[in-house]
């Protein structure tokens, strides 16, 4: 994994951004047009907006507007975060058709959807181990090695 689209904001994609800085990856940030001036975007080694003014939510939301981004950035990899992305198999197979990694917070039962589908796939989803880690910048370490 070379690249690193995050398809969060705020402190999650704050934390995964340093931790890809600090794995030698470049950071690929998304943001609304209300965040353009969020840190997030500002420490990502590169950063698209995407969505339209007015509905920040949505912005992170859109499934074919991140998966456009990854591939426009050149993303091999695509880290959700935590909520609603994360737990999308929808998200996962979009993610998986792109040819990209899906890298995954420890898996819960909410993810037997985008686990079935990765498994189905062939593609190996980047997943830490079943303890609880706390940090994106730990998860992202024991996803690498």
């Known amino acids: 994994m070379q690249k690193l689209l995050i398809a969060n904001r705020g402190e999650i ?3 995964a951004a340093r931790a890809a800085r600090e794995l030698g990856m470049t950071s690929v940030a998304i943001y609304s047009a209300e965040d353009r001036s969020a840190l ?3 420490i990502a080694d590169e950063a698209y907006q995407i969505g339209e003014a007015g509905h920040p939510v949505r912005t992170y939301l ?3 507007a991140i998966i456009a981004t990854a591939h426009t950035a050149g993303a091999d990899a695509v880290y959700p975060g935590y909520g609603f992305l994360s737990e999308s198999a929808v998200f996962a197979q979009a993610v998986i058709d792109r040819n990209a990694h899906l890298v995954k917070k420890h898996r819960t039962a909410t993810d037997d959807g985008a686990a079935q589908i990765v ?6 989803a980047w997943r830490a181990c ?3 880690i706390r940090f994106i910048d730990e998860q992202l370490k024991v996803f690498v090695r």
């Open 119 to 124: 498994k189905t796939c062939g593609r190996q």
């Open 62 to 64: 859109d499934i074919p």
């Open 13 to 15: 994609a704050i934390r």
């Open 40 to 42: 997030h975007r500002l």
């Open 130 to 132: 079943r303890n609880e």
